[in-house]
């Protein structure tokens, strides 16, 4: 198998002028705060559509010949290879057809159709969606356009790491966030031919993470099961074309909690101003997550992507809260007796935390009969006031029990 190289970028990266944008680079003080050095933050979230996949969706689509692109093209995505593939088929004058699977956030399914594609559902995973995209093809004679499996869409993903390497031409680690793995192996073909002091990193969802047993045993291995709040790389397993380049050329893959997840979304849209769906910001997670100067700087992280429905980023605010010790839900058991409610708020409102909510239970079957159990939802100033609350509760008689606190 023939590896993309640097001039199948950089034909790439002509190809894609007056079509994509060149993202800025920013810096990042609180991330170089945990790194114990620079990072820079990639912003691919504000790339056409909203994310990098537009590069590879349009490469993919401008080298077909005319008459295959006539036979129309169809995709399978989550929402960002969905959107890339409706707007190059826009641009290029072909009919897209895209199918999501069951559940894709309102938003991105409202936006493809915008782009002009027509929506199908099918399963609940990409893999089963890429699964009825392959049927579809067979039977229409359309042209599938792989969401990362394809020389051309790495290609069109590199040029992200060729922008990089005039940016910021003295980065030693690059981190990417790494689903099927077509962004990090284009990203990682233009960093190492021309930054080959930086290592290129790869950042996986740890409940989507198949390229770390998949490296192991030297070919793709497909997950039983994934569960994580990243669905743009929640991939069951690596492509044949990704994994020949990821072996090759990527340095290393790590892989990243939804809660770390969360807490970078929080950093990047409160610090940063940057807004972010799970998926891209597990690089910035992955900063987060290291001890300081196990990234060698100056550090990009991309983000690479900003679609995120709002129900979802409602949830994923609250759980960064709550991963950062901003946001405390407890469960307290209290006399059933006059005043102990207000006794409980009295000593939470000495520690200095704001109540949020308060729910107040007396007939659950696990209670006995002279005791209420109250949750109680409170904001505090991050981890150590958090701490000290609990403490607090504690050495006022109160036996707290954290609700879904990091483990």
Same mark, same amino acid.
């Given at each position: 198998?023939?590896?993309?190289?640097?001039?199948?970028?950089?034909?790439?990266?002509?190809?894609?002028?007056?079509?994509?944008?060149?993202?800025?680079?920013?810096?990042?003080?609180?991330?170089?705060?945990?790194?114990?050095?620079?990072?820079?933050?990639?912003?691919?979230?504000?790339?056409?559509?909203?994310?990098?996949?537009?590069?590879?969706?349009?490469?993919?689509?401008?080298?077909?010949?005319?008459?295959?692109?006539?036979?129309?093209?169809?995709?399978?995505?989550?929402?960002?290879?969905?959107?890339?593939?409706?707007?190059?088929?826009?641009?290029?004058?072909?009919?897209?057809?895209?199918?999501?699977?069951?559940?894709?956030?309102?938003?991105?399914?409202?936006?493809?159709?915008?782009?002009?594609?027509?929506?199908?559902?099918?399963?609940?995973?990409?893999?089963?969606?890429?699964?009825?995209?392959?049927?579809?093809?067979?039977?229409? @004679?359309?042209?599938?356009?792989?969401?990362?499996?394809?020389?051309?869409?790495?290609?069109?993903?590199?040029?992200?790491?060729?922008?990089?390497?005039?940016?910021?031409?003295?980065?030693?680690?690059?981190?990417?966030?790494?689903?099927?793995?077509?962004?990090?192996?284009?990203?990682?073909?233009?960093?190492?031919?021309?930054?080959?002091?930086?290592?290129?990193?790869?950042?996986?969802?740890?409940?989507?993470?198949?390229?770390?047993?998949?490296?192991?045993?030297?070919?793709? %291995?497909?997950?039983?099961?994934?569960?994580? &709040?990243? @669905?743009?790389?929640?991939?069951?397993?690596?492509?044949?074309?990704?994994?020949?380049?990821?072996?090759?050329?990527? @340095?290393?893959?790590?892989?990243?909690?939804?809660?770390?997840?969360?807490?970078?979304?929080?950093?990047?849209?409160?610090?940063?101003?940057?807004?972010?769906?799970?998926?891209?910001?597990?690089?910035?997670?992955?900063?987060?997550?290291?001890?300081?100067?196990?990234?060698?700087?100056?550090?990009?992280?991309?983000?690479?992507?900003?679609?995120?429905?709002?129900? &979802?980023?409602?949830?994923? &605010?609250?759980?960064?809260?709550?991963?950062?010790?901003?946001?405390?839900?407890?469960?307290?058991?209290?006399?059933?007796?006059?005043?102990?409610?207000?006794?409980?708020?009295?000593?939470?409102?000495?520690?200095?935390?704001?109540?949020?909510?308060?729910?107040?239970?007396?007939?659950?079957?696990?209670?006995? &009969?002279?005791?209420?159990?109250?949750?109680?939802?409170?904001?505090?100033?991050?981890?150590?006031?958090?701490?000290?609350?609990?403490?607090?509760? %504690?050495?006022?008689?109160?036996?707290?029990?954290?609700?879904?606190? %990091?483990?």
């Amino acid at each position: 198998m023939r590896l993309v190289d640097l001039d199948d970028i950089r034909a790439a990266s002509r190809s894609l002028t007056g079509v994509v944008r060149l993202t800025p680079l920013v810096s990042s003080v609180a991330l170089g705060s945990a790194a114990g050095g620079p990072v820079l933050l990639k912003c691919e979230n504000l790339q056409r559509t909203g994310s990098f996949k537009i590069r590879g969706a349009y490469v993919r689509l401008a080298r077909m010949a005319r008459r295959e692109r006539g036979r129309g093209v169809v995709a399978a995505s989550a929402g960002n290879h969905a959107q890339g593939v409706a707007l190059a088929a826009t641009l290029l004058g072909a009919r897209a057809v895209v199918f999501m699977p069951v559940g894709t956030p309102i938003p991105k399914v409202e936006a493809t159709r915008g782009y002009g594609a027509e929506v199908r559902f099918s399963g609940t995973t990409l893999d089963e969606a890429l699964d009825a995209a392959r049927e579809y093809a067979a039977r229409s @004679d359309a042209v599938l356009v792989h969401p990362f499996d394809h020389p051309d869409v790495i290609a069109g993903q590199g040029t992200t790491g060729l922008e990089l390497t005039v940016q910021c031409p003295d980065m030693r680690t690059v981190l990417v966030p790494t689903g099927g793995g077509g962004l990090v192996s284009g990203v990682a073909v233009a960093v190492k031919a021309l930054c080959p002091a930086a290592r290129v990193v790869g950042v996986q969802a740890a409940g989507a993470a198949a390229w770390p047993a998949s490296l192991q045993v030297g070919r793709p %291995q497909r997950l039983d099961r994934m569960a994580t &709040l990243a @669905d743009g790389i929640a991939v069951g397993c690596p492509g044949e074309v990704t994994f020949a380049h990821v072996s090759a050329r990527v @340095d290393d893959i790590v892989t990243v909690s939804d809660e770390a997840i969360s807490r970078a979304l929080l950093v990047c849209l409160e610090r940063a101003k940057l807004l972010v769906e799970p998926a891209g910001a597990a690089a910035a997670a992955a900063v987060l997550d290291a001890a300081p100067g196990h990234f060698e700087p100056p550090v990009v992280a991309l983000l690479s992507g900003g679609n995120i429905d709002p129900l &979802l980023l409602l949830r994923v &605010l609250r759980h960064g809260l709550v991963a950062a010790g901003r946001f405390l839900v407890l469960r307290v058991l209290v006399p059933d007796r006059p005043g102990s409610l207000v006794a409980l708020l009295d000593v939470l409102a000495r520690a200095g935390a704001n109540v949020a909510d308060v729910e107040h239970l007396r007939t659950e079957a696990h209670l006995h &009969l002279d005791e209420v159990e109250v949750t109680v939802q409170v904001e505090t100033r991050g981890s150590e006031h958090a701490a000290q609350v609990l403490a607090m509760l %504690q050495r006022s008689g109160y036996q707290p029990e954290q609700v879904g606190a %990091q483990r």
